[in-house]
């Protein structure tokens, strides 16, 4: 494996090559599973075949022993890496005054399966396809994958390459087997210039030494002169046409969007990324694609979020409808729903579940890898699925009205299952919880889980009465729900420091979960109370506030206790609540708008360079924990589309 120049001081491999940050990486996904690719074309994060599979590649993890498959030029280059317009197809350059390569790099949707090829069935395909632009550029190709989280010891072999025509000068493929899984390395060589020959591969088994890999990869030294090409792995029948109808895919979807606002750049981009994390099968979306990335470098908040949580509905759906995705916000919410026919007998629910809907996330440390730079321990499978985090009732019943609302109408026996949802919130309205944040402590009465225990209650009587539907305990909602607002203003306002809480515990501890009140219309973001929160949060750590270089961090870690410890950065998701509140606030106090865009404006700047936005944001400006995460995009569109119907002259 090559690389650019390394920098003295970077972090480095066993064989002397960059350890990247979270940041220098962009995503390709098939709505089964997505893989990360290195700025410097390195496949460092897969798992086959869907998003929660265990890993194959993972080198973000483990820079020695994860897996990984990279291709890039033998000599110094400078990267440079973008998706193709309106696309998830990625491009890497690599740029020399020798000469100029490029890679295409695509794992192939369902729905781009065009060519009549299996009656359009889904073709598990990564697409690498390597090219000279300008010069003779030398290349060095290791494919090594590390099953089963780099567990499962593998045998690797060349044999004969059964897919190929006559046409093709070699005869054989790379083959990596396991007791559970194996996978085939296959390429194709053509030229685009007819005076040249097709360029001449020779695939090697090798092993890979100081690296602690549990099998041989499969490596190849080769040279293209400009116009030759090379494509791993698969076979030529369908290649061009798979490729091309790719492109068409993307570009079709991302044309069907109804946002035509001053972001839309940004907020098409973030809607190609959410549709990539998207499972086809049961229209689940996961949080993230990658597992225990870390939330602080060298820190231990490292969590998988490959799964997807009840919290994330309401927030996914508006920005899927607010952009005209009906298909997709169907999907999602025929997922919901069947979540609601295995709710438990009180009529409570699980906080988050696997792709396909399962409820068993056992969380495992693995302790033989040692973490993106050195960041331990390495997780999989979430703990939190058994918290109770009694929030999620209130964005699953918002997720509902919302459906009802500009998609799909609602069926009697759906009906009748959000009654006991609803009744059973009722009963929850003096429990405290883990809330939003999933604390690994002690429960707490916090405010968060309140407003959203009141946005429960208030979207069922809602749903009730625009669909003129039965609801028996009609007058002990609207006294829980009265009781809820009413104990949300006496025991979580601060009245000596004129702000709300985190908790009725913590009264001293600033939260900025709370700036989700006016989104949800809990209260307006004119009310003095909640202007006088924001301003707090919008002051400097060091003056007690939680906003540092226009970015929000979710509360002082030094000052409250979540039983987790360690440092971590500003987080997405809090700072375009910021940005949302403030829109809403500078509908009647315009220096607030004025504010809303420039923190929007600074949050743009955070993306990577093909703008992905990881969880958090760390104090140099780098991304943080696992990327991209589905929140933060979702935030983002939400933060983009209301924004700019402010500033528009528009109601929010």
């Known amino acids: 494996m090559s690389s650019p120049q390394l920098d003295p001081n970077a972090d480095a491999d066993a064989a002397g090559v960059p350890i990247r940050g979270i940041q220098d990486h962009a995503l390709i996904g098939n709505l089964r599973t997505a893989a990360l690719v290195s700025i410097d074309g390195s496949i460092e994060s897969m798992c086959i ?6 890993s194959v590649f993972a080198r973000i993890i483990d820079a020695n022993k994860g897996g990984h498959f990279s291709i890039n030029p033998t000599w110094p280059f400078k990267p440079k890496q973008a998706y193709a ?22 794992l192939v949707p369902r729905g781009a399966n065009r060519t009549g090829s299996q009656s359009r069935s889904f073709l598990p395909w990564l697409i ?3 090219e000279s632009i300008r010069g003779t550029v030398p290349f060095r190709m290791e494919c090594a994958p590390a099953f089963n989280y780099c567990r499962d010891k593998h045998e690797t072999s060349l044999v004969d390459d059964d897919s190929i025509t006559s046409e093709c000068a070699h005869t054989n493929k790379g083959l990596f087997t396991t007791p559970a899984l194996s996978l085939d390395l296959r390429y194709l060589t053509w030229t ?3 005076c040249i020959n097709p360029p001449n591969l020779e695939l090697k088994v090798e092993e890979l030494k100081g690296r602690g890999l549990l099998g041989p990869a499969v490596t190849s030294d080769f040279e293209l002169e400009e116009g030759q090409v090379v494509v791993f792995v698969f076979r030529e029948a369908l290649l061009n046409a798979l490729m091309r109808d790719t492109h068409l895919y993307w570009q079709g979807w991302i044309g069907k969007s109804k946002y035509k606002g001053r972001w839309r750049e940004a907020v098409h981009r973030s809607a190609l990324v959410l549709k990539m994390l998207v499972f086809e099968e049961t229209g689940a979306i996961v949080a993230a694609p990658t597992f225990s990335l870390p939330e602080h470098l060298s820190g231990q908040r490292n969590w998988d979020y490959r799964f997807t949580w009840v919290r994330d509905t309401s927030f996914t759906l508006y920005a899927l409808i607010r952009l005209g995705f009906t298909e997709e916000a169907n999907n999602y919410m025929d ?6 026919k295995d709710r438990n007998s009180d009529g409570s629910l699980q906080i988050v579940y696997t792709i396909h809907g399962g409820k068993d996330l056992e969380e495992l440390e693995l302790t033989h890898l040692d973490g993106h730079k050195g960041s331990k321990p390495v997780r999989i499978g979430n703990g939190a699925a058994d918290h109770l985090q009694l929030d999620i009732y209130g964005e699953l019943m918002d997720c509902i009205y919302l459906a009802q609302k500009y998609s799909k109408p609602l069926s ?22 883990l809330s939003i944040w999933e604390v690994r402590g002690q429960k707490k009465n916090f405010l968060y889980s309140k407003v959203m225990l009141w946005v429960a209650i208030d979207r069922g009587l809602r749903l009730a009465d625009k669909r003129c539907l039965p609801c028996p305990n009609r007058m002990k909602w609207l006294d829980a729900r009265d009781k809820i607002y009413e104990q949300i203003m006496e025991k979580g306002w601060n009245d000596e420091r004129k702000f709300f809480s985190q908790s009725y515990e913590a009264r001293d501890t600033l939260d900025s979960a709370v700036l989700i009140m006016p989104l949800v219309f809990f209260m307006s973001a004119a009310d003095p109370r909640f202007v006088s929160t924001l301003e707090h949060i919008l002051k400097t750590p060091e003056r007690g506030g939680l906003t540092a270089n226009n970015s929000v961090y979710r509360y002082n870690t030094k000052n409250s206790d979540d039983g987790v410890g360690g440092e971590e950065g500003a987080f997405s998701l809090c700072t375009l609540w910021c940005v949302e509140a403030m829109t809403r606030a500078g509908v009647y ?14 949050f743009l700047g955070y993306g990577n360079h093909v703008e992905l936005y990881s969880e958090e944001i ?3 400006g780098e991304g943080l924990g696992n990327t991209p995460q589905a929140f933060s995009h979702v935030t983002l569109i939400s933060a983009g589309f209301n924004l700019d119907r402010a500033l528009g002259g528009s109601a929010v």
């Not at 997922?335 to 609601?340: C, P, S, V, Y």
């Not at 009697?412 to 919880?433: E, M, N």
């Not at 220096?591 to 929007?600: G, S, T, V």
């Open 192 to 194: 685009n210039d007819g």
């Open 128 to 130: 690498r396809k390597v």
């Open 412 to 433: 009697w026996d759906s009906w009748v299952a959000i009654r006991q949802v609803v009744d059973y919130v009722c009963t929850q309205l003096d429990a405290p919880d």
């Open 85 to 106: 317009p309106n696309s998830n197809v990625l491009v890497t350059k690599f740029l020399s005054d020798d000469g100029v390569a490029m890679i295409t790099d695509l």
């Open 49 to 54: 075949p869907y998003f929660d599979s265990p």
């Open 589 to 602: 106090d315009r220096p607030y708008l004025d504010r809303a865009q420039n923190m929007f404006m600074d």
């Open 618 to 620: 760390s104090r140099g």
């Open 335 to 340: 997922f919901i729903l069947a979540r609601l």
